[in-house]
């Protein structure tokens, strides 16, 4: 979905501000999931963006996404430094530097493939970094998904 667009947008947008997503949001992802997007292979896990500043928002969303799909959450992914919200960096480099040392990954984690869950993408930068951090730790493919993009370009 596009934040605030009718429908899931708005749906979205509202959950984000109000700090827990609407159960139809986690139906409707697990329906995508399976019905139309059918990943290969198919993820054997899940794990999540972790957030400081909203630190259940997405870890919730995750395991009832996770339960729907049939497959286990795992908190694979931690934040280890207060960096500035993605939103607020000017450009590319700036979203890099900013992300640079921000997440480390936790030292045992499931084998297999997995989709890497965020409540909100703009660059996609942070699906990047900590998808290249998972790799490098040995995980499978990641296959990142996100409720809502907050970009304005087209």
């Not at 930068?125 to 993009?149: N, Q």
């Amino acid at each position: 979905s596009q934040w605030g667009e009718a429908g899931w947008g708005e749906i979205a947008m509202h959950g984000k501000r109000n700090g827990d997503f609407d159960a139809r949001l986690v139906d409707a992802s697990a329906k995508l999931i399976l019905n139309r997007w059918k990943p290969e292979p198919y993820p054997e896990w899940v794990t999540y963006v972790p957030s400081r500043r909203h630190p259940d928002l997405v870890p919730v969303f995750a395991t009832k996404l996770a339960d729907k799909l049939g497959l286990p959450c795992i908190n694979a992914v931690n934040i280890i430094s207060d960096n500035k919200p993605q939103k607020r960096m000017e450009n590319s480099e700036f979203r890099c530097k900013n992300l640079d040392g921000a997440f480390e990954i936790a030292s045992e984690f499931p084998e297999g493939s997995l989709f890497l869950i965020d409540d909100a993408f703009d660059s996609k930068i942070t699906f990047m970094v900590i998808s290249a951090l998972l790799r490098k730790a040995g995980s499978g493919l990641v296959f990142p998904f996100a409720i809502m993009s907050t970009s304005t370009s087209a």
